[in-house]
């Protein structure tokens, strides 16, 4: 959990909605999720300080960052690829506690598309800023744009846990028990076949159509 002097220290949102979706990530999250989702936040933060960008809801971008891998728990755990498990249930949560469906649903959009290079910045400031922080925490993109020394004070604060690998046996974990988790070309199901070795793919998905098409010659170069 995060103490008090940490959320004084980094300046975490402390509303009272902000409050109980940090109590509910450190309650049903490993510790590596639940230090990745505190990371991601602190790192949107930053890099949209460094790209000048001032005028977004911070609260959301939080609440996006934090429960953004809530679809990897038991607590959001469901038969939709796990992207949208966590909007659905970051969505349920958030509703509970009384957010208006028009924030809930910038959260919602958050979650669902952290994993699609190239779609969230086309939603939102809040969904680009929370895209940006939890890309950069998983593959380093944009890493450089972080003042010196501020990614190392992070993750002394909160450990990685190999969280890179970690996540990718989690997710891998939950498709190879339920395929349904895995939609053809879906990222969770590129961690299907690079964990598990199971795949499908587009051709396989056209072969099986019941429209009979057929491999065409490759054209000559």
């Not at 970051?90 to 028009?102: N, T």
Request: proline share 5%; net charge negative.
């Amino acid at each position: 959990m995060i103490s008090m002097s940490h959320l004084a220290e980094w300046n975490i949102p402390d509303s009272d909605i902000c409050n109980a979706a940090r109590q509910l990530v450190f309650e049903v999250s490993p510790r590596f999720i639940a230090n990745h989702s505190v990371r991601s936040y602190l790192f949107a933060r930053e890099l949209a300080a460094a790209d000048g960008l001032t005028d977004y809801d911070d609260e959301l971008v939080f609440l996006g960052c934090l429960l953004h891998d809530l679809g990897v728990t038991d607590y959001g755990w469901g038969d939709q690829r796990f992207e949208v498990e966590g909007a659905d249930a970051a969505a349920r949560f958030l509703r509970r506690h009384g957010m208006p469906d028009d924030r809930v649903e910038v959260v919602w959009q958050s979650i669902a598309l952290h994993t699609s290079v190239g779609l969230a910045h086309r939603f939102g400031t809040e969904q680009a800023v929370t895209h940006a922080g939890i890309s950069v925490d998983v593959t380093g993109v944009g890493h450089e744009r972080l003042l010196s020394g501020f990614a190392d004070r992070v993750h002394a604060a909160w450990p990685r846990y190999d969280l890179g690998f970690a996540i990718a046996e989690l997710i891998a974990a939950g498709t190879q028990a339920n395929p349904s988790k895995a939609p053809p070309f879906s990222f969770p199901a590129h961690l299907h076949e690079v964990v598990n070795g199971e795949s499908m793919t587009f051709l396989d998905v056209v072969q099986v159509a019941p429209w009979g098409d057929q491999p065409v010659p490759s054209r000559a170069r």
